[in-house]
């Protein structure tokens, strides 16, 4: 900074800058609050279907997020800008009063050019003469030198937040200039250890990155610097580099028990760098798409793909970043089996190969499973990378199918979820205790758990979480489809089925549309339903119940959902106020028996599956099933009365009570206390040695649940058949029950367990 651009600097401009971003901030809290309370309260609430059920909710939802974030943009503007300027002022008063002492010591300062001239007075001298000189020209360059650094790193930390959004705002927080410069020189500072010779890296060097990478993950401005400047080949060689065992000997000898903490704060950073939108950072992405399929060395065969895959596992990446990302995967995965016809043996871990995850589930050699973990925390970016094309009918491939039923096989076209739920031939993984690794089919169905839901995988869905669009119903009918064509899909990775339960239960409206098969047309009033429906097959739903059934955790996912879904089907059919073009055309008890027939269908076909399991080959306790629905217990707690479980706006209507509040006091709340106090007594326990009285103590839990659900619901609208209504829900049950069976036989070639007798 020049020395008369400080001394003579008027901060009037500035002064009324900072007033007029204090003003603004007002305005915006404003705003803000209208936003939050007015237009995204009234939003969530409304009778949103068809389209505007998914994309005009989702858009004001959006809308309303861009005033908050506006705010905490404006205020970290405001809060750099002032503090930039009152420590400008500070080295302004600090140069002018030494100017003042050096007058008294017979000493001039004049300007010259852009810097400044000290002399000793003609008529009389300094005290301590040349030394006088010299330490005030040193203390004036010395304010100067930090007004200078105050002013461009103010500037440096204003573009950088300008910068990291195209459109919209930022949410990063600065309450000064000084935290904003820090993130800068400390992602300078960690980058440039980043960049040493894996050999060259010292113990401390790896403990300072990891502390600071801990420190400062989700800093925006940091994570963006420190990603640009380490750049995209940086960020490959970094970590393929420390896991070389030959070239990061000593490093790897002291530190490797904590590489799984670098690992994942290296990951939280570069998740948090792709969301900016910098020049910069949009290179970086483009830079390591296409070094993907490059090796990382040019000795070496380990490739970008399974370098940056490692390192997508934890955090929320930029949706555009891993499309682009995971289309350029695919192509080279087509290119390595030969668009499906064998295993991609490039992503095959060898003996002498590297290890690149450090979590100790996998080798890392295999990029589909650190990428899938990416998409299991993008719901968007999951959905259309599934929906994607893996090969169409007219490329060269070996998948066929009999489409029309004329006895003649043609090639079929594979979606990504096609090829990667049912023909992938995935490379052989150990763990590092020896045995088979489940972590790459588990990371496939968290991305379908996302990919379907509209929420990151184990996760439940929270009022904000947008009815589902017809991509997502698409992926719903393809995978509801394919485990029932052949349950091994799911059965044969059991640990897949705690997602596969909970997507299930998040489509329990359209599963009960699917099982009612009603051809007057009333199932739409019956089971309403925001947003795109998933087009099932009942025979689909059969098998998938059954199939997720055999699983503890996927069983009360589904069963737990189902409950809560009959309750407040029952409170939002028995309420007088409903609107009566939303009525289900048929009496009370009609209405009774209908809900309660569907949900007695769902939990008996739960019920065949979970006799599989415990009479079946599975051999598991019946004790696991009443455990995992204990513990559905604590992700229902204070939960949205009707959406936890199966997705906000199934109840497409601002009457029904339950969706007021959270789940207690609610009829549905009561139900699943119930529920849940049963499970803790574990009352299946004493039938579980008997095909008879498992199903039988089922259809007992399912009639208390139906008639509890009716009763409450009665009650709580002060209808006048509250003594009858009990006896509709046990009929309702009874047909259910009778349902399931029956269709449960209909696929009698995956059950090895005799379907009891109706």
């Not at 925006?220 to 070389?244: P, V």
């Not at 490059?294 to 380990?302: D, I």
């Not at 490739?303 to 682009?324: A, K």
């Not at 059965?491 to 909970?502: C, I, N, P």
């Amino acid at each position: 900074m020049d020395f008369d651009a400080l001394h003579s600097a008027n901060f009037k401009l500035l002064d009324d800058t900072v007033s007029d971003w204090t003003s603004m901030l007002t305005k915006l809290e404003t705003l803000k609050k209208d936003a939050e309370d007015g237009l995204h309260g009234q939003a969530n609430k409304a009778n949103w279907t068809g389209y505007n059920a998914t994309v005009s909710r989702e858009f004001i939802g959006k809308t309303a997020g861009e005033f908050g974030d506006a705010v905490t943009q404006a205020t970290s503007i405001r809060n750099i800008m002032r503090d930039t300027r009152d420590e400008l002022k500070t080295q302004q008063r600090l140069l002018k009063e030494a100017i003042e002492r050096g007058r008294g010591k017979n000493m001039t300062v004049t300007a010259n050019g852009g810097g400044f001239t000290v002399r000793e007075n003609p008529d009389k001298k300094a005290p301590g003469g040349q030394a006088d000189l010299d330490a005030l020209r040193d203390e004036l360059q010395g304010i100067l030198n930090k007004a200078t650094e105050i002013d461009s790193t103010g500037s440096t930390s204003l573009k950088a937040l300008v910068d990291l959004t195209d459109h919209g705002f930022s949410d990063a927080k600065y309450k000064d200039r000084d935290e904003a410069a820090n993130a800068v020189k400390e992602a300078e500072r960690l980058a440039a250890l980043a960049k040493k010779k894996p050999e060259d890296m010292t113990p401390a060097d790896f403990d300072a990155l990891k502390s600071g990478l801990e420190k400062y993950s989700g800093d925006e401005i940091f994570a963006e610097h420190f990603a640009t400047t380490l750049g995209a080949k940086g960020t490959l060689d970094f970590w393929a580099g420390i896991n070389d065992p030959h070239a990061a000997y000593k490093l790897g000898r002291e530190r490797v028990d904590q590489y799984d903490d670098l690992q994942k704060q290296l990951s939280l950073t570069l998740a948090t760098a792709s969301q900016a939108d910098s020049p910069e950072m949009s290179r970086w992405k483009y830079d390591m798409v296409n070094l993907g399929d490059q090796p990382v060395s040019k000795n070496g065969t380990t490739m970008g793909f399974q370098v940056m895959s490692n390192l997508m596992r934890w955090g929320d990446y930029d949706d555009r970043f891993l499309n682009d990302y995971g289309n350029k995967l695919i192509e080279t995965e087509k290119q390595m089996t030969d668009n499906g016809r064998h295993m991609p043996m490039g992503w095959q871990h060898m003996g002498m190969d590297p290890l690149l995850n450090r979590t100790g589930t996998d080798s890392g050699s295999d990029p589909m499973t650190g990428f899938l973990k990416a998409l299991a925390n993008s719901p968007d970016a999951a959905t259309e990378f599934f929906n994607g094309d893996f090969v169409t009918k007219d490329e060269d491939h070996e998948f066929e199918e009999d489409a029309d039923g004329n006895g003649k096989n043609e090639k079929r076209e594979l979606s990504n979820f096609d090829y990667l739920f049912e023909e992938r031939d995935w490379p052989q993984e150990r763990d590092n205790k020896g045995e088979d690794s489940i972590e790459g089919r588990n990371n496939l169905a968290m991305a379908l758990e996302a990919a379907t839901t509209g929420h990151p995988a184990g996760e439940l869905p929270t009022e904000d979480t947008p009815p589902h669009n017809p991509e997502q119903a698409r992926l719903m009918s393809d995978l509801v489809a394919s485990i029932s064509e052949d349950p091994k899909r799911l059965t044969d990775h059991a640990h897949m089925s705690d997602s596969v339960g909970q997507i299930t239960s998040e489509y329990l409206p359209d599963i009960n549309r699917a099982l009612a098969d009603d051809p007057h047309g009333n199932t739409d009033k019956l089971f309403p339903l925001a947003g795109t429906q998933a087009q099932l097959e009942h025979k689909d739903v059969t098998a998938l119940l059954v199939t997720v059934g055999q699983s503890p955790d996927g069983h009360a996912a589904v069963e737990v959902g189902q409950k809560a879904y009959m309750a407040s089907l029952m409170d939002y059919h028995l309420n007088p106020d409903l609107p009566a073009d939303q009525r289900y055309p048929h009496s009370p008890e009609e209405t009774i028996q209908a809900i309660s027939r569907r949900s007695g269908e769902v939990s008996g076909s739960l019920a065949i599956g979970m006799q599989e399991a415990v009479l079946g080959p599975a051999s598991k306790e019946a004790k696991e099933f009443s455990d995992s629905i204990a513990q559905q217990k604590n992700a229902w707690s204070g939960a949205i009365g009707t959406g936890i479980g199966v997705g906000v706006s199934f109840i497409a209507t601002p009457v029904g009570g339950a969706i007021a509040g959270g789940v207690a006091g609610t009829v549905s709340g009561m139900v699943l206390e119930h529920i849940f106090q049963q499970s803790e007594t574990d009352v299946l326990t004493e039938a579980s040695k008997d095909a008879g009285e498992l199903w039988e103590k089922n259809r007992d839990l399912s009639a208390e649940h139906s008639q509890m659900a009716a009763i409450n619901a009665a009650k709580a609208h002060g209808l006048p058949y509250q003594d009858q209504v009990a006896d509709w829900a046990l009929e309702g049950r009874d047909d259910g029950f009778n349902d399931a069976a029956t269709n449960a036989q209909r696929m009698a070639d995956h059950l090895t367990t005799e379907v009891p007798a109706a």
